[in-house]
């Protein structure tokens, strides 16, 4: 279905346009060109890190991090429940297995409080992690200075997955220079987008080369094709580093729109008993790259679903929260501790439109749609109409 106003649309501008008509006339359209090693220079200086490999996507580089972290089959690997699918997924390529950790409610990312009591628990077994993934969610970090002082007193590598949060900052760092690698992605649906790509981060330059090593079919040196090792098709094409390179040149005026857009909800939402905004910590800067409301169905009389619906019938697009990992069928069994912060955050949030395009105008209809959504009900002393006292009206389980 297409929508008059989508949750988080490119925003592609003639630079871009210019960048790839140069590389298609280049003939350099595959994943060897100068536009790749341009645009890992380009992103690596705008987050702080000192060295930087374009991929094919941000799983992809997640798949990678892992690898060069040392995590192998029969592994566990601590994962936070609420984020995408993709970052459980890139633990199984690898053969481990996904460990979820709840949510601290300050920020929805994972409770540093929970990954030290796992960790240590672990450690008097005798069962250390391989390694830990971090996930920066919805365009805000993590709290990583207790995460990494418990990881690195153990020895627990941090895998950094920032597909979210390019552009945040975390105590005046760039998101995804926290962890020992770190990931961001270029998906369509991010701040700046290649289409599709993602990018490894690093500190090491031997790293690095590992890194792109692997992710070119791991091809020796040699005239002939010639491979003792598994490798990947994972580099970023040179067209698609072009698109890149220029969607990054405004990165700033991106992400400050973004949090535009997010102040502009947080005022016209201000008002409504029952709606909260995603929380932001102290301990950084969040991109805000999408802008996240919960609503309370006791308080408003209406459910996170009835305001998803309201929307969408207006043409506007709006979607849940993520779903908690550890309640997708794919992971059914896994190890979880905790879950009741991030499924309370998944039965009643929702993500509203956010894109760098969106208008001050676009921003106040979605909030009047949302707030319209809550008007008729509020004469019914917090209850839908019809529904018994004590019930959560159409709450998602």
């Known amino acids: 279905m297409g929508y008059r106003i989508p949750l988080s649309l490119a925003d592609v501008g003639p630079e871009e346009r210019d960048l790839v008509l140069e590389a298609l006339a280049s003939g350099w359209v595959g994943p060897v060109g100068p536009h790749i090693a341009a645009f890992e220079e380009e992103v690596a200086a705008a987050v702080g890190a000192a060295h930087a490999v374009a991929t094919s996507s941000g799983t992809a580089a997640l798949h990678l991090a892992l690898l060069l972290a040392g995590v192998g089959p029969g592994d566990d690997v601590l994962v936070p429940t609420a984020t995408f699918v993709a970052t459980a997924n890139a633990v199984t390529y690898v053969g481990a297995k996904p460990v979820f950790l709840d949510s601290e409610p300050s920020s929805w990312n994972v409770d540093p409080q929970l990954v030290d009591e796992v960790v240590r628990a672990r450690a008097r077994r005798g069962r250390l992690p391989a390694a830990m993934v971090t996930v920066d969610l919805y365009g805000q970090c993590a709290d990583y200075d207790p995460i990494l002082a418990t990881c690195r007193a153990h020895g627990v590598p941090v895998v950094q997955d920032a597909a979210e949060a390019l552009g945040a900052t975390y105590r005046g760092g760039g998101a995804?220079?926290?962890?020992?690698?770190?990931?961001?992605?270029?998906?369509?649906?991010?701040?700046?987008?290649?289409?599709?790509?993602?990018?490894?981060?690093?500190?090491?330059?031997?790293?690095?080369?590992?890194?792109?090593?692997?992710?070119?079919?791991?091809?020796?040196?040699?005239?002939?094709?010639?491979?003792?090792?598994?490798?990947?098709?994972?580099?970023?094409?040179?067209?698609?580093?072009?698109?890149?390179?220029?969607?990054?040149?405004?990165?700033?005026?991106?992400?400050?729109?973004?949090?535009?857009?997010?102040?502009?909800?947080?005022?016209?939402?201000?008002?409504?008993?029952?709606?909260?905004?995603?929380?932001?910590?102290?301990?950084?800067?969040?991109?805000?790259?999408?802008?996240?409301?919960?609503?309370?169905?006791?308080?408003?009389?209406?459910?996170?679903?009835?305001?998803?619906?309201?929307?969408?019938?207006?043409?506007?697009?709006?979607?849940?929260?993520?779903?908690?990992?550890?309640?997708?069928?794919?992971?059914?069994?896994?190890?979880?501790?905790?879950?009741?912060?991030?499924?309370?955050?998944?039965?009643?949030?929702?993500?509203?439109?956010?894109?760098?395009?969106?208008?001050?105008?676009?921003?106040?209809?979605?909030?009047?749609?949302?707030?319209?959504?809550?008007?008729?009900?509020?004469?019914?002393?917090?209850r839908a109409p019809g529904a018994r006292a004590g019930t959560r009206p159409g709450a998602t389980p």
């Open 176 to 382: 995804g220079t926290q962890g020992d690698l770190g990931v961001l992605s270029f998906n369509g649906n991010k701040i700046i987008t290649s289409s599709t790509g993602g990018m490894l981060l690093t500190t090491s330059a031997p790293v690095a080369e590992r890194a792109r090593f692997l992710a070119t079919q791991a091809r020796d040196p040699a005239v002939h094709y010639e491979h003792s090792q598994v490798g990947f098709n994972y580099r970023m094409s040179n067209l698609l580093a072009a698109l890149g390179r220029g969607q990054l040149r405004t990165l700033d005026a991106r992400v400050g729109r973004r949090r535009a857009v997010n102040a502009l909800y947080r005022q016209a939402l201000a008002g409504c008993p029952g709606v909260e905004l995603m929380p932001v910590a102290d301990h950084g800067v969040p991109s805000h790259w999408l802008t996240c409301i919960t609503v309370d169905p006791v308080v408003t009389g209406a459910s996170r679903d009835e305001i998803i619906q309201a929307l969408r019938a207006r043409g506007i697009e709006a979607r849940p929260t993520w779903k908690p990992l550890h309640l997708q069928p794919l992971f059914a069994g896994a190890e979880v501790h905790g879950g009741a912060v991030s499924e309370g955050t998944f039965a009643t949030g929702l993500c509203l439109p956010s894109g760098t395009g969106l208008t001050d105008d676009e921003v106040a209809e979605v909030a009047s749609v949302v707030t319209g959504a809550l008007a008729p009900r509020a004469s019914t002393g917090g």
